[in-house]
C-alpha cells in the first residue's frame, strides 16, 4: 500500500478513541480523502494544529484499507485561526466547507479544490464581506460542478434574456411563458449582481445595494441547495446582508 502526498483543504474532524482524529480533506488530485491522524489531540503533537478545518497543508499518507493515515503534515495556508475568531468568517467558511463536502461525492476536479483556497483566503483576510464570498463560492462550485444557473436565456426554453422569473427547480431565470404560476420574481438589479458574483467582478458586488446582496443571498441559497437535494445545515447560521443597513 503506497505512500503518497498531496495538497488538502481540512473541511471537518471528527474525534476518534483518546488522541486520534478522523480528518476529512478535500485534496488537489486525489478528491476527498478520509484519514486518521494518529495522536494529534495530545499536547506533544507535531503537526495537530495543522489539521484543523480550513486549513490547507501539505500532506503525506499511508493508503489504507478504509481510512489513509496521516505521516506528515506541513502548513500552507494558516486561514483557520483568523475565520474563527469572526463568526461572520466562520458560519460562511462552514457552508463552503460543507458543499465542498458534499459535492465531492462525486469527481472532484483541481478548480473546485482552488476555488475553495482562493475562498477561504479571502475570507480571513477579509477581502470583502463574507456573505458575497460565499454566494460567489456557491455560485462558481456548482457552474464547476456542471450546475450553473441560467442568468441570461430562459432555462426551459433558450429564448434570450432579461426574465424576470428565477426558479431553483427549473434551473435559473425563466421567460414569461414558461415561469409557472405564481413564480417569484427576480429584479435587473439582483441578476446584474449574480452574474457578477459569478464572474467575480468584485467593484459591483461590493457596491451593491444591500437589498440586492440580500436577495441574491436568498436566491443562491435556494438554488444550491434545490439541486443538491438536501440542505445545508451551515447556511442556516450564516447572516443575510440587512435590506437596511447602510
Known amino acids: 500500500m503506497p505512500t503518497y502526498r498531496d495538497e488538502a483543504v481540512i473541511l471537518r474532524t471528527h ?39 480550513f486549513m490547507v497543508a501539505d500532506v503525506q499518507l499511508y493508503q489504507g484499507r478504509s481510512l489513509d493515515i496521516v505521516q506528515q503534515a506541513e502548513s500552507l495556508g494558516a486561514y483557520g485561526a483568523e475565520i474563527a475568531v469572526d463568526y461572520e ?22 478548480e473546485q479544490y482552488l476555488l475553495l483556497v482562493g475562498g477561504l483566503r479571502s475570507l480571513s483576510r477579509g477581502e470583502h464581506a463574507a456573505r458575497s464570498i460565499l454566494d460567489s463560492y456557491l455560485l462558481r462550485v456548482m ?3 456542471g450546475w450553473a444557473p441560467a442568468l441570461e436565456d430562459c432555462a426551459r426554453c433558450g429564448v434570450p ?16 411563458d414558461c415561469a409557472p404560476v405564481g413564480s417569484p420574481r427576480i429584479s435587473a438589479s439582483t441578476l446584474t449582481l ?30 444550491v441547495q434545490w439541486q443538491l437535494e438536501r440542505g445545508i445545515r451551515s447556511l442556516e447560521h450564516v447572516s443575510t446582508p ?3 443597513a447602510r
Not at 474525534?15 to 495530545?42: C, F, P, T, Y
Open 89 to 110: 468568517r466562520f458560519t460562511a467558511a462552514s457552508a463552503m466547507a460543507e458543499t465542498a463536502d458534499r459535492l465531492s461525492e462525486a469527481e472532484t476536479t483541481t
Open 161 to 176: 434574456g432579461p426574465h424576470t422569473h428565477f426558479g431553483p427547480q427549473l434551473g435559473g431565470t425563466v421567460c414569461d
Open 242 to 244: 440587512r435590506i437596511g
Open 194 to 223: 449574480m452574474r457578477a458574483l459569478m464572474s467575480g467582478d468584485w467593484a459591483t458586488i461590493d457596491a451593491a445595494a444591500p437589498g440586492d446582496l440580500a436577495a441574491a443571498s436568498g436566491t443562491i441559497s435556494a438554488y
Open 15 to 53: 474525534k476518534l478513541g483518546e488522541a486520534d482524529r478522523i480528518v476529512i480533506m478535500l485534496s488537489r488530485r486525489n478528491g476527498k480523502i478520509r484519514a486518521v491522524a494518529k495522536g494529534v489531540r495530545r499536547t506533544s503533537s507535531k503537526f495537530g494544529s495543522r489539521l484543523e478545518p
Open 143 to 145: 457552474a464547476l460542478s
